[in-house]
């Protein structure tokens, strides 16, 4: 079983929207997914068209190896289930933080899903805190969405610096650009930069700026459902490709 966290420190890059079009990608190639919404907004299983869980989690979610598994939720999608946020996420933090052992306390729970998957998929909040570090711990791949713009440029800088302060594998991480414009000047040249500087760290995978993408909240479904081929179909399953020969 394999970990794959769709993760960046920068909200709205398209986390989620990779996620979800990941999960998808995986299920139609046969694989067993596994997709755990861990942002307690709860987007990505509004896609799925999962409700969040209503029981107030408390802080025995993920040491309790049943209360995690009674969690998880079927999609309309086979081999595709979804593990839908929960509003102890909320307080995950802080829980981890207190917590002995605490940095590989998400890979101990998510080993309660071995066997049942071939891969689980986080899609995390945004930020670097006690949860990043136990997905970054817990992860195979850490995938992340790059925005060719200079904020998230920033923003990506700060998170290969994470990982060389902290010692963590810097080759779990693979960036890929997401929302690009053909059309700008500025987002070509960040991209390049940003290839340049962090060769290893980048794959061969832009997921162009796609109002496809958008009218996924319209449909509550992965665009692949309703823009078989649109560009942003092909990407997601290029990206999907990059990520497994990185595995
Ligand atoms: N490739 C894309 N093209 C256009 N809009 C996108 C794309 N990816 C995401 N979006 C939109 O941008 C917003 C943020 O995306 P989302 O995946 O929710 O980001 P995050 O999970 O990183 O916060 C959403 O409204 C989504 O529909
Ligand atoms: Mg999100």
Known sequence: MKIVACYSNKGGVGKTATSVNLAHAL????????LCDLDPQ????????VKPSKKLGDDRFFTDVKRFTDAIRGSDFDGLDILPANMSFRDFDIFLSRMK?????????????QGDYDVVLLDCP????????????ASDAVVVPVIPT????????QLVDFFR????????IVAFFSMAQATKKLHAETAERLRKAHP???????VPFSTEVEKMGVHRAPVATFAKSSPATEAYDALWRAVAERL
Do not use: Q
């Open 165 to 172: 302060d902290e010692k963590l594998p810097r080759k779990k």
């Open 42 to 49: 709860g987007a990505s299983g509004f896609y799925f068209r």
């Open 126 to 137: 945004p930020n670097i805190s006690a949860l990043s570090e136990n997905v970054f711990r």
């Open 27 to 34: 299920a139609r190639a046969g694989r067993r997914v596994l």
């Open 200 to 206: 290893k760290r980048f794959v061969d995978v832009t």
């Open 101 to 113: 052992n605490s940095r590989s306390r998400l890979k101990k729970a998510l080993k309660a899903a």
């Open 150 to 157: 200079t904020l998230s440029e920033r923003t990506f800088e």
